[in-house]
């Protein structure tokens, strides 16, 4: 079957999912009242239908359901610990590694905090010690001051590979035998040649210098560590989360539509992203990379065509990493969804078919100053010539 507008779009398409969540997103940031209520709950950590704190997995992380993607809690972390000179060096490598591997972010930053001046390790001893301290402190039923050091749900799903004495088989590893690999001069000697002419070089010399030229693509940054061989880099949601801090970091280019496309419909388990495009309506269920690269094209250029300048800062999309958020906002309206799945009639889906019922006619930028919370940043819909030209668009990469 050729790929057209009719095939990956068998029935009307409605932007109202993705644009309920944007505004409400858009809303938390800006402190402007709730347009949904439920919709709120949920980004505060909170049961959707009775505001209960605690129900939520992963409720006091609330990068969890937040879908701004360039400036959360992981990345605000990563950018105050990660300085882009360290990065340049041979042990860049290894303190990413060992900040992802153990699914660092949001919700352990009290840990990441207390090493000071920042969560860089130089020796194995070093980051060896420093985390067996915490783990014997949690360990203690007398201690009063219990850290997380650890997070298997980082990604959302649980994944016992970011465990620190992760089971290996027939035994658990030791911290050292953790962190070893992230020290060997085959990793690091790796990294240094991926880096090409930004190796350890100085802050001083790259004044005035445009990086973009220097910088490689973000696919490169994802198989890179994929061509590491190391655990939990090896497939799945981290080797896209590590390319998107290294373009977060400003060490590779931010991905494009097509890159970022191709890599959630990558592996023989889809991501939740692939969950969100179909959850909208696209019919990209067993279809080839070209059909899920035409999907997510209609979703990020009714974005790019509707997002007022503000709301394109807010979201990331003026540093080019729109992209990014579109996965992320994908990931979200998929769960979102399964949140509502025990409450009763009202789903994420039906609150976007009452929305469909009675819309407000959209104004760009009409969302800025509305402390109502209830003017949308996007239209619900979008018209069958935009997706007949995001389809054609997507044909030429």
Known sequence: ????????????????????????????????????????????????????????????????????????????????????????????????????????????????????????????????????????????????????????????????????????????????????????????????????????????????????????????????????GLSPFGSGVTPMQFANTLALLGLCLPPTVEEMARCINADHHPKGAIRGLKQLGFNIDAKPNEWVIAAFRCVYDHLERDLSFADKHELGFLFGFGTMFIEHLLCKISRFEGLFATTGMITLTSLARDELLLPTPFICGANLNDNTGLRFPISLTCATDSLDASVEASKLA
């Open 1 to 228: 079957m050729p790929l057209t507008r009719e095939a990956l779009i068998p029935n009307p398409l409605g932007m109202a999912q993705i644009a309920l969540v944007t505004r409400e997103a858009l809303n938390f940031r800006r402190g402007h009242h709730c347009g949904n209520e439920y919709l709120s709950r949920i980004l505060n950590g909170q049961h959707p239908m009775t505001g209960q704190s605690g129900y939520l997995r992963n409720g006091d992380d609330l990068d969890q359901f937040m879908p701004i993607r360039w400036n959360n809690g992981h990345v605000t972390l990563v950018r105050k610990h990660f300085a882009f000179e360290l990065m340049l060096t041979t042990f860049g490598i290894t303190n990413i590694l060992i900040f992802m591997s153990t699914g660092q972010g949001y919700d352990t930053r009290d840990f990441v905090n207390s090493r000071t001046p920042n969560f860089a390790f130089f020796k194995l001893s070093e980051v060896v010690e420093f985390f067996n301290i915490t783990i014997r402190t949690s360990k203690n039923p007398k201690s009063f001051k219990k850290l997380r050091f650890e997070n298997q749900n980082i990604w959302g799903t649980a994944c016992s590979q970011f465990q620190v004495h992760v089971n290996n088989g027939h035994t658990k590893l030791t911290t050292e035998e953790k962190f070893a690999p992230f020290f060997s001069a085959t990793v690091q000697d790796a990294w240094i040649k991926w880096l090409g002419p930004l190796a350890n070089i100085q802050l001083d010399d790259l004044s005035g210098v445009d990086l973009r030229d220097k910088l490689k693509s973000w696919q490169s940054a994802y198989d890179f560590v994929v061509g590491l």
